[in-house]
T-cell receptor
Framework: AQSVTQLDSHVSVSEGTPVLLRCNYSSSYSPSLFWYVQHPNKGLQLLLKYTSAATLVKGINGFEAEFKKSETSFHLTKPSAHMSDAAEYFCVVSDPLLYGGSQGNLIFGKGTKLSVKP | NAGVMQNPRHLVRRRGQEARLRCSPMKGHSHVYWYRQLPEEGLKFMVYLQKENIIDESGMPKERFSAEFPKEGPSILRIQQVVRGDSAAYFC???????????????FGPGTRLLVL
């Protein structure tokens, strides 16, 4: 079973409109969840993380995500897209109880490429 | 404070040669992680190391691949007798010491793009 599912491989929005990148996960009781962004030919930058504190997590650059246990979702949102947001976004889970290994073993979704039109 | 450094950024090897990828963690970080990213795929965990110790190598192929993080110097991911299927981007990440089992954020380097001809 897929442990992290990013429902859209490609999302296109117009500048100034909202962004929604969807992510569903499989986990045990207490996963850690992350969103990372990768700009072309660059490394990954952490946008935000959830580690069993507040369910609404605010990140950098105006992004936020809400942990919904009942829906096993961790969708990433931003109220208004900017051209510089165009990149690939990865939803990531760490859950050694379910997947074994160590807490260092991050499990990545396949990514969602975000395009922003002027 | 310099981020995670990886070199080389690009590496070309012919089939059968060896590839050595280096990673210098952020200052103060003693945990290093290696991931592989195939085209159009997310990153796949390979190995997690602390200084002089391999903590988790559950994602490492059983043959031809090895990793080390010596007491002094960078972490090295070594691929012997490379094949075309090894062509990928290899990312290193580092994190501070884990306190009380809490998961620390991993900070990623820019990656090494390996091309096997």
């Amino acid at each position: 079973a897929q442990s992290v599912t990013q429902l859209d491989s490609h999302v296109s929005v117009s500048e100034g409109t909202p962004v929604l990148l969807r992510c569903n996960y499989s986990s045990s009781y207490s996963p850690s969840l992350f969103w990372y962004v990768q700009h072309p030919n660059k490394g990954l930058q952490l946008l935000l993380k959830y580690t069993s504190a507040a369910t609404l997590v605010k990140g950098i650059n105006g992004f936020e995500a809400e942990f919904k246990k009942s829906e096993t979702s961790f969708h990433l949102t931003k109220p208004s897209a900017h051209m510089s947001d165009a990149a690939e976004y990865f939803c990531v889970v760490s859950d050694p109880l379910l997947y074994g290994g160590s807490q260092g073993n991050l499990i990545f979704g396949k990514g969602t490429k975000l395009s922003v039109k002027p | 404070n310099a981020g995670v450094m990886q070199n080389p950024r690009h590496l070309v090897r012919r089939r059968g040669q060896e590839a050595r990828l280096r990673c210098s963690p952020m200052k103060g970080h003693s945990h290093v992680y290696w991931y592989r990213q195939l085209p159009e795929e997310g990153l796949k965990f390979m190995v997690y190391l602390q200084k002089e110790n391999i903590i988790d190598e559950s994602g490492m192929p059983k043959e031809r691949f090895s990793a080390e993080f010596p007491k002094e110097g960078p972490s090295i991911l070594r691929i012997q007798q490379v094949v075309r299927g090894d062509s990928a981007a290899y990312f290193c990440a580092s994190s501070p010491s884990i306190l009380n089992g809490a998961l620390e954020t991993q900070y990623f380097g820019p990656g090494t793009r390996l091309l096997v001809l």
